[in-house]
């Protein structure tokens, strides 16, 4: 039986990518450990699958379209700077999402159909692009300050019209996706 790491995501528009690579690029004159997320990779999870068995694609992917068609494209609006788990304890720096009701209920509903085949449910959803990771504290003070000076960035409104089921191959260069589904809202 193989198995391979997915999730379900909805992927970032390549207009708002140039906005964001110059927020990256602030971080990137720092001296720190970060490692920055590929721009072709920027996504919003909705669902982390970890490993799974290729025979239950399928399965998953009912539950996706049963819930998908009780939705109808919407806009988010990206905006905001931070840091998980806060700003004084940077592991993940991320890029926010405001007015995100619609994705909310997209996620509560999608989460309560793979309980149901029995996945964990999420603990806390918080919508967010992960930009970069903190592999160490060096630095740690700048990142803090560029966190600060875009933690109200404007990056500009998305139409959400779609997800993606994607198969995550882990490579020494990054992570490499790839869609195994698309579904339309």
């Given at each position: ?10 992927d ?5 990518k140039p906005?964001?690579n110059?927020?990256?690029k ?6 720190a450990?970060?490692k920055?997320v590929?721009?072709?990779n ?8 970890g ?12 539950r ?6 009780d939705?109808e494209p919407?806009?988010i609006?990206?905006?905001g700077?931070?840091?998980?788990p ?5 592991k993940?720096?991320w890029i ?5 009701e ?6 509560d509903?999608?989460d309560?159909e ?7 449910k999420?603990k806390?959803?918080?919508?967010h692009?992960?930009i ?14 560029v966190?600060?000076?875009f933690?109200n960035v404007?990056?500009g409104e ?11 191959t882990?490579?020494p260069?990054g ?11």
């Amino acid at each position: 039986m193989s198995q391979i790491r997915s999730f379900l995501a909805i992927d970032l528009d390549d207009d708002f990518k140039p906005k964001i690579n110059k927020i990256i690029k602030e971080f990137k004159k720092i001296d720190a450990n970060i490692k920055f997320v590929d721009l072709n990779n920027l996504h919003f999870t909705l669902k982390f699958f970890g490993d799974i068995d290729t025979e239950g694609i399928d399965l998953i992917s009912d539950r996706i379209e049963k819930v998908v068609n009780d939705f109808e494209p919407f806009n988010i609006k990206i905006t905001g700077c931070g840091a998980f788990p806060n700003n004084n304890h940077i592991k993940v720096i991320w890029i926010g999402v405001e007015s995100d009701e619609l994705l909310v209920q997209l996620h509560d509903k999608l989460d309560k159909e793979f309980a149901a085949i029995g996945f964990d449910k999420d603990k806390k959803f918080s919508t967010h692009l992960t930009i970069g990771r903190m592999k160490s504290a060096k630095g740690k003070n700048q990142v803090k300050d560029v966190i600060e000076e875009f933690e109200n960035v404007e990056i500009g409104e998305m139409n959400v019209s779609d997800i993606a089921f994607k198969k995550s191959t882990l490579k020494p260069s990054g992570p490499v996706y790839e869609n195994l589904k698309t579904y339309d809202l």
